[in-house]
């Protein structure tokens, strides 16, 4: 049961990241162009849109954990955190990706090393979603 909870739950990451990376955050330039401007609303903006997101994706699994706990768990608490925390990984992974390849120069359409950091940016945003769905699914296994 827990493999089936895992797998939906990270396609379930996959899809809302696919989405709010590539097809909202396309369509508000604002977003993608200020992202490497520490404390402008596109970046903040944009990563809230990804906490939204988590808590659309995490919303629907909250009564299943209540109800398959033994012993009371704050899943509340956990989600708030998780929130928090997609909300600060996702922001600091763009802005520092924007920051260093701004400071190198490099662009997509002048150097590979741009594509190196997309590529660095998007495994960090799958591994948080990973981490996401390894913590929540070993806690309810522990309780």
């Known amino acids: 049961m827990a ?3 895992a797998m939906t739950m990270l396609l379930g990451f996959l ?3 696919t989405l709010m990376d ?5 369509r508000f330039p604002w977003m993608w162009m200020n992202k490497g401007r520490f404390g402008h609303p596109g970046g903040i903006v944009h990563s809230l849109t990804h906490t939204i ?7 629907p699994f909250i009564k299943f954990f209540e109800q398959s706990s033994v012993d009371f768990f704050p899943w509340d608490e956990l989600l708030a955190l998780t ?6 990984v ?16 490099w662009a997509c359409n ?3 090393r741009f594509w190196d950091m997309v590529g660095l940016d998007q495994l960090i945003h799958l591994l ?16």
């Open 3 to 5: 493999w089936e909870l």
């Open 15 to 17: 899809v809302k990241h």
């Open 22 to 26: 590539f097809f909202v955050q396309n």
């Open 53 to 59: 997101g988590t808590l659309v994706v995490l919303w």
């Open 83 to 88: 929130l928090m925390f997609e909300f600060l």
């Open 90 to 105: 996702h922001y600091f992974t763009d802005l520092f990706k924007m920051k260093i390849c701004a400071w190198r120069g």
């Open 110 to 112: 002048t150097s590979p």
């Open 128 to 143: 948080t979603y990973w981490f996401i769905v390894y913590m929540w699914i070993g806690i309810s296994v522990a309780v």
